[in-house]
């Protein structure tokens, strides 16, 4: 059964109504129909709902991701820093040069072989396991011919 309902409605959303009606080559009632039950449906929020947590829990991912590449990043850099600092002793004055033409050599090589790697799509990144702890507890065994690494 059937009831009739007359609404007022701008001018501007009419001429839409009739535009997707047409060219879904329906009628405009069953246009507004499908609209009103949308809105009304009690899935509609539920699947706002879902669809809200679904992207949260992608943008939660990403962040964790980028919070865990930041912490291997600065952890590396101090790594190096410390060990670099720790093994590297003064250079007398007349030694200066050189070591500083060495170094600039050492720099060049450095960025090429980042550039090489960043082009390849490689990064340190993915080097590093996900989940570090977890591989300390379960040493893998060693390959065949090879012998375990001594503490």
């Known amino acids: 059964m059937r009831d009739r309902l007359n609404v007022s409605l ?11 009606a047409t060219r879904r080559k329906v009628t405009r009632s069953a246009v ?5 039950a949308s809105l009304l449906s009690p899935d509609s929020a539920e699947k706002t709902e ?3 947590t ?7 991912r990403q962040m964790q991701r980028q919070e865990r590449d930041l912490m291997i990043a600065l ?4 790594l190096f820093i410390r060990f670099w ?3 590297m002793p003064p250079l007398p004055a007349e030694a200066q040069a050189a070591a500083n033409a060495l170094g600039q050599e050492r720099f060049a090589r450095f960025l090429d072989t980042l550039g090489r790697r960043l082009s390849q799509g490689r990064s340190f990144r993915d080097d590093i396991p996900l ?3 977890a591989m300390r507890q ?7 011919g090879k012998e375990a690494p001594s503490s």
């Open 138 to 144: 379960t040493s893998p065994a060693p390959a065949p």
């Open 85 to 87: 600092l720790g093994q």
């Open 32 to 36: 507004v129909e499908a609209a009103v």
């Open 75 to 78: 952890e590396t850099h101090a």
């Open 10 to 20: 701008p001018v501007a959303m009419i001429s839409h109504i009739g535009d997707l």
């Open 50 to 52: 879902a669809a809200l």
């Open 54 to 60: 679904r992207r949260l829990d992608r943008l939660t």
């Open 131 to 133: 989940d570090i702890p």
